[in-house]
């Protein structure tokens, strides 16, 4: 074992840093507690509540029409974003439809 001798006013300063860290984590779990039960959904889940192809999903990410996040490269989406994105999907596909195409 290493021992390792400080000042008690350096002590005392890490202290208080540390003391703070934990209040703002404190701070940012009870902020953002709902966020733990929230279900994210990935690529495939979006294209099959969407009923639309993955090209026409990343064509939503890269215009900005659908907000996703990404983690260790893969995309996830929220519930509440995919439910907002819903009727201009409707409205596009109606459009299309009109002129012989699809979404």
């Given at each position: 074992?290493?021992?390792?001798?400080?000042?008690?006013?350096?002590?005392?300063?890490?202290?208080?840093?540390?003391?703070?860290?934990?209040?703002?984590?404190?701070?940012?779990?009870?902020?953002?507690?709902?966020?733990?039960?929230?279900?994210?959904?990935?690529?495939?889940?979006?294209?099959?509540?969407?009923?639309i192809s993955p090209r026409t999903l990343q064509t939503m990410?890269?215009?900005?029409?659908?907000?996703?996040?990404?983690?260790?490269?893969?995309?996830?989406?929220?519930?509440?974003?995919?439910?907002?994105?819903?009727?201009?999907?409707?409205?596009?596909?109606?459009?299309?439809?009109?002129?012989?195409?699809?979404?």
């Open positions: 074992m290493e021992v390792v001798i400080i000042d008690a006013a350096t002590f005392n300063r890490m202290l208080a840093g540390f003391g703070e860290l934990a209040e703002k984590v404190e701070r940012l779990c009870r902020e953002h507690a709902d966020m733990g039960d929230m279900q994210w959904l990935d690529s495939g889940d979006v294209c099959r509540l969407l009923d990410r890269e215009n900005g029409t659908m907000p996703f996040s990404r983690i260790c490269n893969k995309v996830y989406y929220k519930p509440e974003d995919v439910r907002r994105i819903l009727p201009v999907v409707d409205v596009k596909r109606r459009i299309a439809a009109r002129r012989g195409k699809g979404i």
